[in-house]
T-cell receptor, first 111, second 114 residues
């Protein structure tokens, strides 16, 4: 079993929908949690960065971390076709440590 | 463009050949990371440097793989005697030593071993 599990999708939604993406993890030592967006044949681009438990909002994006359940989420409001990409969750134990990624969820937002 | 730069973007080679990739991190970023990503999977950690010191290596990094970061600036990743299983995207990321713990990724080098 992988340390970080993520539903691979694909997840297909209509434009304007609220999207929920999730990851579960097994290592309780993880403290830093990130969401990256990756377009086809491009490198990952950071969307959200959270330390420990709690919520963080940035524009249409909200990240939630529940360390007690070992569960993190990313919500995208008013989804746009340009949000179509693969979304990767990532986490690390300490600042500057290697990142452990989920397998990614492919999202398609249809006009 | 002051982001992480990787070259070449795409490398096609025959099995058994040696290949070398280069990564130029963001200026003044002390830490540099290499990851490998296969199709449909998330990136997997290979190794990282703090300045010129290689501090951690994954068990994925077999003895055919070697990475260097002379003078703590750019880094190279060499794969000797390539195998078809080495076909993947090789990603480089960098982050400053202090402050934010955000790894900024380059566009990657896609390796195809025929």
């Amino acid at each position: 079993q992988k340390e970080v599990e993520q539903d691979p999708g694909p997840l297909s939604v209509p434009e304007g929908a609220i999207v929920s993406l999730n990851c579960t993890y097994s290592n309780s030592a993880f403290q830093y949690f990130m969401w990256y967006r990756q377009y086809s044949r491009k490198g990952p681009e950071l969307l959200m960065y959270t330390y420990s438990s709690g919520n963080k909002e940035d524009g249409r994006f909200t990240a939630q971390v529940d360390k007690s359940s070992k569960y993190i989420s990313l919500f995208i409001r008013d989804s746009q076709p340009s949000d179509s990409a693969t979304y990767l969750c990532a986490m690390s134990i300490n600042a500057g440590n290697m990142l452990t990624f989920g397998g990614g969820t492919r999202l398609m937002v249809k006009p | 463009d002051t982001g992480v730069s990787q070259n070449p973007r795409h490398k096609i080679t025959k099995r058994g050949q040696n290949v070398t990739f280069r990564c130029d991190p963001i200026s003044e970023h002390n830490r540099l990371y290499w990851y490998r990503q296969t199709l449909g999977q998330g990136p997997e950690f290979l190794t990282y440097f703090q300045n010129e010191a290689q501090l951690e290596k994954s068990r994925l990094l077999s003895d055919r793989f070697s990475a260097e970061r002379p003078k703590g600036s750019f880094s190279t990743l060499e794969i000797q005697r390539t195998e078809q299983g080495d076909s993947a995207m090789y990603l480089c990321a960098s982050t400053p030593l202090a402050g934010e713990n955000i790894q900024y990724f380059g566009a990657g080098t896609r390796l195809s071993v025929l």
